[in-house]
């Protein structure tokens, strides 16, 4: 199996090291700054890396299909991961290779594929063709970390009979600017920051309040079961196990004892700080930086300091936070 992983000016997305580490270390990382791409990956996954650099021609999926598809032909087992660039840059490959897709695939196997369907609220199980192609979604399988890893790196040329998709075939779209995601309505799944609301919050009116302190910090709000279950906010922003799995590399957790269904969608986030009156309990336990104390005066306290930024209006004290 190899993975196959889209770079941008050096930056692995969400999920980069579990596809790796889901094909024993093999993977092809495709686009600008591959080399510090494997640098960074190397810092927690040993593995053979090959590096296509494709920087001239920005992220396009049809042209990086057509550079990546060849490198395959002898791959017959293809895992990309499930993030925005994985999943758009996937179905072109299975077409180019004519193989079939399995999307959103919470663990592959050459000869099985166990893939997260109705919202993750139901396993289904595949038994794939010979050579097949699957999405991985982040932050399901984890990765054990290896620290001072070391890489075998092999540099692929790009051929150049793939350097651009066959003509009538499909063609790219201009992409005129990218915009920052909008924290207060990016999906959880693939938010890189997430405040979150327990129980231990006083009413309602305390979720309007944590999701603007959670856009100052440039922060999406998410929510336990029983907050959900309260009506205080949708289901579709409740974590864990019968909710969505997250990724995020800095969790807030404000009044929530750490339930073993919630804390099992958590991901790996590098940085939890927790809030709670109970220094014993699970979340306390977990995060590196437990703060003691009630939630809701710790909220009051965080809006006086941060202010109530306008929506749209996100992320102003984003680096000084993290
Ligand atoms: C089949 C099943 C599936 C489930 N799926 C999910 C799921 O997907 N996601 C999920 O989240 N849960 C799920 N649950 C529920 C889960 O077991 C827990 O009940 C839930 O996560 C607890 O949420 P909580 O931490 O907000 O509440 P509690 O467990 O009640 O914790 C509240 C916390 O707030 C603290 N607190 C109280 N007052 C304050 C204060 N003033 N300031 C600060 N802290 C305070 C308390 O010390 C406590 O730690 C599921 C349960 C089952 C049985």
Redesign the pocket.
Known sequence: MIAVVVVRDGVLPQGADEAAAECGGRVLLAGSGTVMAAEALATSLAGQVYLLELAATGFQPAHFAAAIAPHLAGEPHVVLPASADGRDLAPRLAALLRRPLHAGAIAVTPSRVDLARNGGTELHRATPAPEFLATLLPGVRGVTPCPGAEHTVEVLAPLPAAAAPAAGGPTDPTVVAVLPPDPATIDLSEAPRIVA??????GPERIPQLTAVGRAIGASMG??????DRGWVPHAR??????VVVDPSLYL??????????T??LGTPAHTIS????AH?P??QMADLAVV??????LDHLERLLGRPAEGDAGTMQEGVA
């Open positions: 609301a327990g129980a231990g919050l006083d929510a336990t079961r029983v907050v959900t409740q974590i864990g196990t019968t909710g957790a404000f009044g929530i004892s750490g339930a073993v269904q919630h099992s969608g809030v709670n009156t109970d309990c979340m306390m104390a009630d939630a809701n005066e710790t």
